[in-house]
């Protein structure tokens, strides 16, 4: 157990409709990142937020947006959904924000698009 | 264009056996990189981390060593288990805020 939960754990929805992945990171972490794998492919970077601001985007399409709360808790909202965007949405979290310190990756939310 | 590549894509070994693993990479500049294994279905656990300046990194039984001037990484596993079974994952951090990962190689170790 990485101490990263991400809920929920599955999420099945049609296209055009919009849905909200939640991850709380470790306890003591400021930075939180989020990734896409889609069946068969690799990891893609899509954003990181540290204390609450965005720190970095990767390959984040203009239909998601990510916040990071006050209480570090982060939200990775997808509107307009497509079935390409069927994929497992990991959540990671750092104590800092420096690309050196360990990563710790949540369980994921699959989502299928249908 | 940053890129790294893994090979082979996939591997068949029997459990006892070794196995290496491959990662070469063009990224630029370069921080560190990064070998993680990935349980099907689940979310990657990081293996090692290995700065510009080092060569060799041990975690149990797995060893990943790091060739800056090539940019070439490998991870060795030693006498396999069938929880290796797994996908292995390259990350190279570089240092700009920007992981480029690798599509991985999938390790499928046999009794």
């Known amino acids: 157990d990485s101490g990263v939960t991400q809920t929920p754990k599955h999420l099945i929805t049609a296209t055009g409709q919009r849905v909200t992945l939640r991850c709380s990171p470790r306890s003591g972490d400021l930075s939180v990142y989020w990734y896409q794998q889609s069946l068969d492919q690799g990891l893609q970077f899509l954003i990181q937020y540290y204390n609450g601001e965005e720190r970095a985007k990767g390959n984040i399409l203009e239909r998601f947006s990510a916040q990071q709360f006050p209480d570090l808790h982060s939200e990775l909202n997808l509107s307009s959904l497509e079935l390409g965007d069927s994929a497992l949405y990991f959540c990671a979290s750092s104590a800092t924000g420096q690309g050196a310190r360990e990563q710790y990756f949540g369980p994921g939310t699959r989502l299928t698009v249908t | 264009k940053n890129q790294v590549e893994q090979s082979p894509q996939s591997l068949i070994i029997l459990e006892g056996k070794n196995c290496t693993l491959q990662?070469?990479?063009?990224?630029?500049?370069?921080?560190?990189l990064r070998w993680y294994k990935q349980d099907t279905g689940r979310g990657p656990v990081s293996l090692t981390i290995?700065?510009?300046?080092?060569n060799t990194k041990s975690n149990g039984r797995y060893t990943a060593t790091l060739d800056a001037d090539t940019k070439q990484s490998s991870l060795h596993i030693t006498a396999s288990q069938l929880s290796d079974s797994a996908s292995y994952i390259c990350v190279v951090f570089s240092g700009t805020y920007k992981y480029i990962f690798g599509t991985g190689t999938r390790l499928k170790v046999l009794a």
């Open positions: 990662c070469n990479y063009t990224v630029s500049p370069f921080s560190n």
């Open positions: 290995m700065t510009f300046s080092e």
